[in-house]
């Protein structure tokens, strides 16, 4: 952590997601309106002192919208890698602990998925599932899982041939403890590294889903379907487009100057 | 200062000092250097790995990295202080007026260059020469480095050259703007015995030719002894001992280079007991040979004519219990790859029979034939999880093999680490908090943990320094003897192979080229590669002793 802290870029991926973890922890609670209720004399309204950050359409309080947004906007991000990640990394370390003609067919047909572009894949894979949140989240892991599977396998493949786990197989030791003892610890840093970075994408594609409608729907609080809510109206008040707007990039560049800032505290080229 | 000896000396350094700014505050890396060299002079700075040589080249030709301070004192080229020079004079002075030999041929060269036009380069730029003088300058340079066909050999991109080929395509580049100094940075490291040996002889040959002076960067003493006229020992950033090689080697005064120079290894300074007596062999090896390509079905339709790629075959030779057989080779003859197939790391064809027992398989290894023979690798960087105490890298193999009850693990820790020399507290300890030496007596430790009856190790004393080298060599003679376990010693060091060995195989090209008693090693009828390698390595004697004070035993 303490190396984390060093680097200038560092510092602002940490402050960033102070805040945006404090708006994710308590969020509902501090919000200063419901969020679903309808101020009818002031919609469309900018930042005011009754409205710290203006109103949308229907007079909600755009601060309120915001907070009570931030729990599911940051759990779906999370949730989203987690589980791509997840899967992603134990096909990744099957494959490069196999080797072979394991690690050739499911490489090729990871490279087949890496093929498409993400955001295509998951829009497919929407489309397959029907919209909603939980949905969306599972075609955000699905896209994620090709591309994880790669990162994992080329870090086992690095620590494979390491002279520690020669020494290992040499002595005898069972295929799994060589795996869990020797491999897993030492190839683990540029996988969670990765991970925190796609936190960040994944937000973004949860919101561009949102904003396509094929994410979280009306009423809910989601970010990007905020953004998408407010465009029709986007010339009479940009603060509707503006704040979440602002929200989901602070989120995804916090996970991002963290991951950055993560994979150089891990690399023991960079620090003395 | 006094003027006149510095217009005389190509290179002066005065009183030198140097640090790298570091997050934990400065760390110099050079103190007070001070040396000269004269034209036509060879000056060597010796000293072990983080003593600050490479660091002195840096600083002499000013490349230095951006957290580098000078601290004071003077570099001067035939009388022109390099310090505050600007970049664009700089590189007028690099190339023309001090040419650079690196320690790896293949990565000083561009790959995606002509070896000649990377010569030709060179010439264009600081002689002002044109596309076709410079042809045929380049020409002439390379003939002049002994490359028998010149003109295909400037047509050639690097990876179609050898190793020493490309050194000697640097060595000409470098020679070939006529500079003032040349600095070698372990010219010979990356190559191997043969090869090196023809590298300093080329060294020699221009240097008559020419009458160049060179700095000579090396940890190599035995080779400083041969090409250098005075020498500079360095430690720790300060030159404790500087002087005619001659003088410096046979009496040196300084407590550093009088360790350095008795850590060398010595063939007449046997370490090991004499060679057990005739005994059923422990184990032996009937025609092993291990394949690191087979064509499959499709390739062999394709291209017919495509071959298998052996590592090493048809090897056959034999251990005796408690014997030390050293292997010796040159880097691709086969013999670390014996080492791993002899520990199932990889598949092998033939058969060993261990204790009685035939194996024909790497997966027919049990856990017993696993436990009695254990691995010691080169890299003490690699060879250990870095992820894991020392204590729980050495309780391993005994939890594995089961050989002390659980409660007495931590004492039998204890135990190895006392057995290595190293205190019982390091078990507690990371890889990354111990020296290199250290690391591989760990590594030493955990092999002989498992109370096997041999032990293979692979290259064990390479990448240490010499003086860690020697302790390392002792400590593993003194081990094998006390536990019994015979040991299969593979090296390219055929010094000090000599030093332990009971009996040398030696390899070239994945095949045994002959095996024979230590004693009888320098015996007429040797197999003349046997022979060569041994006239490549010079023997230094060991400084004031009555007996060998005669110089060189080339």
């Given at each position: 952590m303490r190396k984390i802290l060093s680097s200038p870029n560092g510092v602002a991926g940490v402050i960033l997601l102070a805040i945006v973890m404090i708006a994710a922890l308590l969020g509902p609670w501090i919000a200063p309106y419901d969020p679903q209720l309808f101020h009818s004399q002031n919609r469309l309204e900018g930042p005011s002192l009754d409205h710290w950050l203006g109103t949308d359409q229907y007079g909600r309080d755009l601060l309120s919208r915001i907070l009570n947004g931030a729990p599911a906007t940051v759990l779906f991000g999370l949730g989203a890698t987690a589980l791509g990640v997840g899967v992603g990394s134990i096909i990744g370390v099957i494959a490069g602990v196999a080797g072979g003609r394991a690690d050739g067919v499911i490489m090729r047909i990871l490279d087949g998925m890496l093929a498409m572009p993400e955001l295509l894949f998951t829009l497919l894979i929407v489309t397959f599932l029907g919209g909603g949140t939980l949905q969306a989240l599972l075609a955000v892991a699905v896209a994620f899982t090709p591309g994880m599977a790669r990162i994992a396998r080329s870090s086992v493949l690095s620590v494979r041939t390491r002279e520690y786990v020669l020494a290992a197989r040499a002595r005898g030791e069972s295929r799994a403890w060589i795996v869990v003892r020797e491999v897993l610890p030492n190839a683990i840093g540029p996988i969670i590294v990765e991970a925190t970075i796609r936190v960040s994408f994944a937000i973004m594609i949860g919101a561009t889903l949102g904003f396509l409608g094929l994410g979280a729907q009306p009423p809910s609080t989601e970010w990007g379907l905020m953004v998408s809510e407010a465009r029709q109206f986007m010339f009479r008040n940009p603060w509707g487009v503006i704040i979440p707007g602002i929200a989901i990039a602070m989120t995804a560049m916090g996970f991002n100057l963290f991951g950055d800032a993560l994979r150089d505290a891990f690399d023991p080229k960079r620090s003395h | 200062?006094?003027?006149?000896?510095?217009?005389?000396?190509?290179?002066?350094?005065?009183?030198?000092?140097?640090?790298?700014?570091?997050?934990?505050?400065?760390?110099?890396?050079?103190?007070?250097?001070?040396?000269?060299?004269?034209?036509?002079?060879?000056?060597?700075?010796?000293?072990?790995?983080?003593?600050?040589?490479?660091?002195?080249?840096?600083?002499?030709?000013?490349?230095?990295?951006?957290?580098?301070?000078?601290?004071?004192?003077?570099?001067?080229?035939?009388g022109d202080d390099m310090i505050g020079k600007s970049p664009s004079a700089l590189s007028d002075v690099r190339g023309r007026r001090v040419a650079m030999v690196y320690q790896d041929p293949s990565s000083s060269l561009n790959p995606s260059m002509t070896l000649g036009d990377q010569v030709i380069e060179v010439l264009r730029r600081h002689r002002g020469m044109s596309p076709a003088d410079a042809s045929r300058e380049a020409e002439a340079a390379l003939e002049r480095t002994g490359i028998r066909n010149p003109a295909a050999m400037m047509r050639r991109y690097p990876h179609e050259a050898s190793g020493g080929e490309k050194q000697r395509v640097i060595i000409a580049t470098a020679i070939a703007c006529n500079p003032e100094l040349i600095i070698f940075d372990e010219p010979t490291t990356a190559l191997d015995i043969l090869t090196a040996n023809q590298i300093i002889e080329l060294f020699l040959k221009l240097r008559e030719e020419t009458g160049v002076a060179a700095l000579y960067i090396s940890h190599d003493l035995g080779l400083v002894s041969r090409v250098a006229d005075t020498v500079s020992v360095l430690y720790q950033g300060e030159i404790v001992e500087q002087g005619d090689v001659a003088t410096v080697f046979d009496a040196p005064a300084h407590a550093y280079t009088q360790r350095l120079l008795a850590a060398l290894p010595r063939p007449q300074d046997r370490l090991?007991?004499?060679?057990?007596?005739?005994?059923?062999?422990?184990?032996?090896?009937?025609?092993?040979?291990?394949?690191?390509?087979?064509?499959?079905?499709?390739?062999?339709?394709?291209?017919?004519?495509?071959?298998?790629?052996?590592?090493?075959?048809?090897?056959?030779?034999?251990?005796?219990?408690?014997?030390?057989?050293?292997?010796?080779?040159?880097?691709?003859?086969?013999?670390?790859?014996?080492?791993?197939?002899?520990?199932?790391?990889h598949p092998f064809e033939g058969s060993i029979t261990f204790d009685g027992k035939r194996y024909d398989a790497a997966r027919d290894f049990d856990r017993e034939y696993r436990r009695q023979v254990q691995i010691v690798f080169q890299h003490p960087d690699g060879s250990l999880n870095p992820r894991e105490t020392i204590g729980r890298i050495l309780a391993r193999p005994l939890r594995l093999y089961k050989l002390v009850p659980g409660a007495q693990v931590a004492e039998r820790v204890a135990e190895l680490l006392e057995m290595v020399l190293l205190p019982r507290e390091f078990a507690s300890r990371y890889p990354h908090q111990l020296s290199g030496g250290q690391k591989q007596r760990v590594a030493i430790a955990r092999a002989f943990a498992a109370e096997p009856k041999l032990v293979i190790c692979d290259e064990i004393t390479a990448s240490l320094d010499v003086s860690v080298q020697a302790a390392m060599a002792r400590l593993l003679v003194d081990l094998q003897a006390r536990s019994g376990a015979a040991c299969i010693f593979i090296t390219h060091d055929l010094n000090l192979v000599r030093q332990l060995a009971h009996r040398i195989v030696v390899m070239r090209d994945g095949a045994v080229v002959e095996s024979f008693a230590t004693e009888n090693t320098e015996q007429p009828d040797r197999a003349a590669y046997t022979q060569d390698l041994i006239n490549a390595v010079p023997v230094l004697a060991r400084p004031a002793h009555p007996t060998t004070t005669e110089g060189l035993l080339q």
């Open positions: - | 200062m006094a003027e006149s000896r510095t217009e005389a000396a190509v290179l002066k350094v005065q009183n030198y000092s140097m640090a790298y700014e570091t997050e934990n505050g400065p760390v110099e890396a050079l103190k007070n250097v001070s040396l000269s060299v004269r034209p036509g002079e060879t000056h060597a700075i010796v000293g072990e790995s983080g003593s600050g040589k490479t660091t002195l080249a840096w600083a002499i030709t000013r490349y230095l990295p951006d957290n580098a301070r000078d601290l004071g004192g003077a570099i001067l080229l035939g090991t007991d004499a060679a057990p007596g005739e005994d059923v062999p422990l184990m032996t090896l009937d025609n092993v040979g291990v394949c690191y390509y087979a064509p499959t079905l499709l390739t062999r339709l394709l291209e017919p004519g495509t071959k298998a790629l052996y590592g090493a075959r048809n090897i056959s030779f034999s251990v005796k219990p408690g014997e030390l057989l050293g292997v010796v080779g040159e880097s691709g003859s086969g013999k670390s790859t014996i080492a791993k197939a002899a520990t199932g790391l």
